[in-house]
């Protein structure tokens, strides 16, 4: 088996539907699985995919698990020498397996490699390649100083936008949306860290990934749709807290030993007063 697959869908059958279409749709030389693990959704997700696609091998949880074990669920049932985190709202392309399956078996001392990430609109998700998020990155990311200098290495060490989209280089880090992850990789490094509910999990499995000695590889030679954010614009508390709470856990993890208190402080307070206002905006405001 080549590739294995993975989906985590959440209340989201009819886009989670067209995602494994897209996936069957694959061509190329390339064999692969499908595991689809549901966090307990509502709707009737799990009756149509049963109905629909019963070659999918089906999870389902009682209670919503979160990404992280959710996907860690569809590692322990893989079979195949490269793992597929895949959002449960994309589109594939129809040589998205065999591009990507065909880079990694010529690059071995990859870890993970991701494909070019596009909007509805066309445009670039920013996350599908990414600096990790250090202080300086983060600073010059939240405040806005990356976006006066578009250009600048030193001010878009997180979003990279003085890098050329359509070129392939290593990076960093990649987005949980698409990540090709090679098997022995993981063996390694281990799983995701489920510690992190739905933000983050990606980010730190790529900085565990570097720190072992692989390499991380932005492969823009093929692409998918990624409808993100698409099922609404007011977020649930929930959503907006974990996406804090990820920013906190990385730098607590990976971070705090190697910076001063009066950073760690700044870092720690930085995130609060974000938070703050994220809820606000939220309740008050629009938020993109």
């Given at each position: 088996m080549d590739i294995s697959v993975i989906i985590v869908s959440y209340n989201t059958?009819?886009?989670?539907?067209?995602?494994?279409?897209?996936?069957?749709?694959?061509?190329?030389?390339?064999?692969?699985?499908?595991?689809?693990?549901?966090?307990?959704?509502?709707?009737?997700s799990v009756e149509k995919i049963k109905a629909l696609f019963p070659q999918v091998r089906l999870v389902i949880n009682q209670t919503n698990a979160g990404f992280?074990?959710?996907?860690?669920?569809?590692?322990?049932?893989?079979?195949?020498k490269?793992?597929?985190?895949?959002?449960?709202?994309?589109?594939?392309?129809?040589e998205s397996l065999v591009i990507m399956k065909e880079f990694m078996e010529t690059n071995c001392h990859l870890g993970a490699?991701?494909?070019k990430v596009v909007l509805p609109d066309?445009?670039?998700?920013?996350?599908?390649?990414?600096?990790?998020?250090?202080?300086?990155?983060?600073?010059?990311?939240?405040?806005?100083?990356?976006?006066?200098?578009?250009?600048?290495?030193?001010?878009?060490?997180?979003?990279?936008?003085?890098?050329?989209?359509d070129k392939d280089y290593p990076v960093d880090c990649l987005v949980g949306a698409f990540m090709m992850v090679r098997r022995e990789t993981i063996d390694q490094v281990g799983m995701l860290d489920e510690d992190f509910f739905m933000y983050g999990e990606d980010i730190d499995w790529c900085y565990r990934i570097k720190e072992a000695g692989w390499g991380i590889h932005y492969?823009?030679?093929?692409?998918?749709?990624?409808?993100?954010?698409?099922?609404?614009?007011?977020?649930?508390?929930?959503?907006?807290y974990e996406f804090h709470r990820?920013?906190?856990?990385?730098?607590?993890?990976?971070?705090?030993?190697?910076?001063s208190f009066i950073v760690n402080a700044m870092v720690y307070t930085g995130i609060a007063m974000k938070l703050a206002i994220s809820i606000l905006l939220n309740r008050f405001g629009s938020v993109k």
């Amino acid at each position: 088996m080549d590739i294995s697959v993975i989906i985590v869908s959440y209340n989201t059958c009819k886009i989670t539907l067209d995602t494994i279409k897209s996936v069957y749709k694959s061509t190329g030389d390339v064999t692969f699985e499908v595991i689809v693990v549901d966090n307990a959704s509502q709707d009737d997700s799990v009756e149509k995919i049963k109905a629909l696609f019963p070659q999918v091998r089906l999870v389902i949880n009682q209670t919503n698990a979160g990404f992280s074990k959710a996907n860690n669920q569809g590692i322990i049932l893989s079979n195949g020498k490269y793992i597929l985190l895949l959002n449960s709202d994309t589109i594939l392309e129809k040589e998205s397996l065999v591009i990507m399956k065909e880079f990694m078996e010529t690059n071995c001392h990859l870890g993970a490699a991701g494909c070019k990430v596009v909007l509805p609109d066309g445009t670039l998700d920013k996350a599908c390649r990414r600096g990790f998020p250090t202080p300086s990155a983060s600073f010059y990311y939240a405040f806005g100083i990356s976006k006066l200098f578009p250009s600048s290495p030193r001010f878009n060490q997180y979003q990279l936008s003085y890098l050329d989209p359509d070129k392939d280089y290593p990076v960093d880090c990649l987005v949980g949306a698409f990540m090709m992850v090679r098997r022995e990789t993981i063996d390694q490094v281990g799983m995701l860290d489920e510690d992190f509910f739905m933000y983050g999990e990606d980010i730190d499995w790529c900085y565990r990934i570097k720190e072992a000695g692989w390499g991380i590889h932005y492969y823009p030679y093929t692409q998918i749709t990624h409808y993100k954010g698409a099922s609404s614009r007011r977020k649930p508390f929930k959503i907006i807290y974990e996406f804090h709470r990820a920013m906190y856990l990385f730098h607590k993890k990976h971070y705090e030993k190697k910076y001063s208190f009066i950073v760690n402080a700044m870092v720690y307070t930085g995130i609060a007063m974000k938070l703050a206002i994220s809820i606000l905006l939220n309740r008050f405001g629009s938020v993109k």
